[in-house]
């Protein structure tokens, strides 16, 4: 028997004698230090000392005694039977020979590392971290252990959390044998993030199964309090093929888990520091470098810990394991809401699912033995205690915690739709009370009462291909990560629109009139720069802002600087505004957005469109705006590219072909832009002078006379070759105008994502 191994002598395959994690731990240390990577030394306690030390203290036939008969369904039974294994165990003894064995490997990392070195003694099953299992906060781990006395009775206390009533109900409902089981244990060397922040990454978006970002979590202090959700952390989505964040959002951060005398504390956040985050731009990009390697290395999607030490302020990684979720998904479910009612509560959305059932308000451990099956669990937070009743839930909040907290990771594993970060819910939700939870996007709400939903089915791997694109009009960030599965060509039409209503939330004017200008360019650009994400490469043409005077009165502030109109639909619009002095400063912080996106997170996919362009003079005022902020000529100041590279990324311009005037000047139109795309709801309206919200009008985009003017409009732009698309539903609808586009070789046909799939069948099947 070999009681103990240093990481060094660890590789991956060893899961047998040192369970996945130290396996883990071992495999990067081993392999990964070499490319930069940096893992804090230790050894595991292998697998045959934990079945040492039950047989030379006689408690496997106690403990297969207790176990018989075990239902875990019977949450008071399951607790006693939890509690006499672990007393058992507790009062063991550490055999001698393991005893030495284990003091030696700590007096080698106190050579290594300096007297009384402090470790983290973590738990390693020997079926932990499997593809369909994470095994995630089942036994227990030690922090702070300091000196040899500690360090033995925290491994005792290691071995016995293998038998947490949670750790046996998982083994159960996973089919595992509780004795072919065993439990390994780390010694690891303490990173002093105490002092300084850690956190958890995964390598893909761990709520959409997005492969192209690195999702990252962090707080001040140990890692455990952003693990069990007790914090609410800061969050950032960084792009792995730029390495650049696409995303930030402060977390609230107000309390920290910090070094005790032995053992640890907890600690309040000073105010000054809530306010900042605690991971600059380069060390997000380190993260990222560190979490890309990582999964190149496993070649799989990857669940990291990380901590950073305040006293030498590098970067460590603390653990790794496959993501268990995502990363076996060939069919997708998309749920939609059929019905809404009063919005009760909202937070993050865990699981892209609907649910209903009754509140049940959960204080404390002592109160799970009331939970019933089908209930929705509210709580301040959950642990791995809990888990025993979360698979009973048909639903979980939580009021704190983030996408990477205990209730994120296990009610995705477990299929349950999950709300954390949901303020108050304990408050205001009422016990008994029937609710929906809805977590169709990325902001969960809690509806009131029992709604109506459907469920479609979607397999990813049976999507056609196309001559002509099909691509998405979308506007909605929050969405596009979900719909990426679909893998569209690109969108034809990125509407911003929403984002300024519902991430920045006032007047562009009224923004700069606040001195607010920097916040409304950063949220602009990470709306532009997560729906750039979700199709890239793919080409996304993000329209400039085409808000009517009536829409923009409606924005906080909005009533001072925009003029009533009686036809707002015919009125002060799209690139009429642009070059006007009045909103000029505001369409600026539209171009900054875009410079940002394009510059700073990479995304040279990234092409603009001006909307609603109804003379030539409007364009070329436009164009020459573009042309001073050098929009038109920007590119990363950090590149060097080639000649054919610089062409390739140069920014595009296109133009809505909207307004009959745009192709009766097509051929004026097609020198100044790149391309065009066609709207058709307008150009139907303006073509036969109808109002296109009066219902009683016969308002149909296939008239001839509309027909005639996209036929006329694709010739002359192919002849200057300029791309023509089209932006609307027709396409979706109506079979016969799908083949009229195709007939006269539209370049691409952008859809609602809802008729995506409809609309990419029907072009497919018509190219045959």
């Known amino acids: 028997m070999k009681p103990i191994l240093f990481f060094s002598e660890i590789r991956n395959k060893d899961v047998s004698k040192v369970g996945g994690k130290n396996a883990s731990l071992g495999e990067m240390y081993s392999k990964l230090k070499t490319k930069g990577i940096r893992v804090p030394d230790g050894f595991a306690l292998t697998s045959e000392s934990y079945d040492y030390l039950i047989r030379e203290n006689k408690l496997d036939k106690e403990i297969k005694k207790i176990l018989k008969n075990l239902n875990t369904k019977n949450i008071k039974g399951l607790r006693e039977k939890g509690k006499k294994i672990r007393k058992l165990i507790l009062n063991s003894k550490i055999p001698e020979k393991l005893k030495i064995e284990i003091l030696a490997g700590y007096k080698k990392l106190c050579k290594e590392y300096g007297k009384e070195t402090r470790v983290a003694v ?24 300091k000196g040899e006395k500690e360090l033995l009775k925290a491994i005792v206390e290691c071995y016995a959390s293998l038998f947490t009533d949670r750790a046996i109900s998982y083994r159960y409902d996973k089919g595992f044998d509780q004795f072919s089981v065993k439990l390994s244990i780390g010694v690891q060397k303490m990173v002093r993030s105490d002092i300084s922040c850690s956190g958890v990454m995964f390598t893909l978006d761990p ?295 519902n991430w920045i939330k006032m007047h562009p004017l009224y923004a700069i009139e606040k001195k607010k200008q920097k916040f409304y360019i950063q949220k602009l650009a990470e709306g532009i720069g997560m729906l750039a994400a979700s199709v890239y490469p793919h080409q996304i043409i993000v329209r400039f802002s085409d808000f009517k005077t009536n829409e923009y009165r409606n924005l906080p502030g909005g009533k001072k600087y925009e003029p009533l109109e009686n036809n707002p639909m015919l009125g002060w619009r799209g690139a009429s505004r642009y070059s006007d002095e009045k909103f000029k400063p505001a369409f600026l912080l539209e171009c900054e957005a875009i410079k940002k996106v394009r510059g700073e997170m990479g995304l040279k996919n990234v092409d603009v469109m001006i909307p609603f362009c109804r003379t030539i003079k409007e364009a070329k005022n436009v164009l020459k705006i573009l042309n001073e902020v050098n929009l038109m000529k920007h590119a990363s100041a950090k590149q060097i590219m080639s000649s054919s590279q610089r062409k390739q990324t140069k920014l595009k311009v296109y133009v809505m072909a909207e307004i009959p005037s745009n192709i009766i000047l097509a051929e004026e139109f097609a020198k100044l832009f790149d391309g065009f795309s066609i709207g058709s709801n307008d150009l139907t309206q303006l073509t036969l002078g109808m109002d296109r919200d009066n219902s009683t009008l016969d308002f149909d985009e296939r008239n001839e006379a509309v027909k005639k003017l996209i036929s006329n409009l694709i010739k002359i732009a192919h002849k ?49």
């Open 122 to 145: 973590r738990s390693s099953a020997t079926a932990e971290d499997l593809p369909d299992a994470s095994f995630a906060g089942q036994q227990e781990s030690y922090l702070n252990v």
């Open 207 to 501: 709520n959409t199964g997005f492969r192209k970002v690195v999702c990252i979590e962090a707080s001040y202090g140990l890692g455990e309090y952003v693990v069990k959700g007790i914090v609410k952390p800061d969050s950032f989505f960084v792009f792995k093929p730029t390495g650049k964040v696409i995303k930030k959002e402060l977390g609230s951060k107000e309390t920290k888990l910090v070094f005790g005398k032995t053992g640890t504390k907890h600690e309040i956040v000073k105010l000054k520091d809530k306010s900042k985050f605690v991971l600059t731009e380069k060390e997000l990009e380190e993260l990222t470098g560190y979490a890309i390697k990582i999964e190149e290395h496993y070649k799989k999607p990857m669940d990291i810990e990380f901590a950073k030490d305040g006293i030498d302020k590098k970067l460590y990684i603390v653990q790794a394991r496959p993501e268990t979720v995502h990363a076996r998904k060939k069919e997708i479910e998309k749920y939609i809401l059929l019905e809404k009612t009063n919005e009760l509560v909202e937070g993050i959305s865990v699981g892209r699912k609907v649910t209903s059932g009754k509140v049940h308000i959960i204080k404390n451990i002592n109160q799970i033995e009331k939970f019933k099956h089908g209930e929705i669990l509210v709580a301040r937070q959950t642990n791995p205690d809990w888990e025993p009743i979360m698979k009973m839930a048909s639903g979980i909040i939580t009021e704190q915690g983030g996408s990477t907290s205990h209730a994120s990771i296990v009610s995705r594993e477990l299929g349950v739709p999950c709300i954390v970060g949901a303020q108050n819910a304990m408050k205001k939700l009422k016990n008994g009370k029937e609710v929906t939870i809805d977590c169709t996007s990325s902001k969960g709400i809690v509806w009131n009462g029992k709604l109506n939903y459907k469920i479609k089915k979607i397999n990813i791997e049976k999507l056609p291909k196309t001559k002509t694109k099909v691509m998405f009009i979308l506007g909605t960030p929050e969405e596009a990560f979900d719909l990426a599965f679909l893998h569209p060509e690109g969108i034809g039409l990125a509407r911003i629109e929403y984002i300024i209503t």
């Open 720 to 768: 200057y070759k300029k791309p023509v698309g089209i932006c609307g539903q027709a396409p979706s609808k109506y079979s016969e105008y799908a083949k009229f586009l195709l007939d006269n070789k539209i370049d691409s046909i952008s859809v609602n994502p809802d008729v995506f799939l409809e609309t990419k069948l029907r072009v497919a099947n018509l190219e045959k």
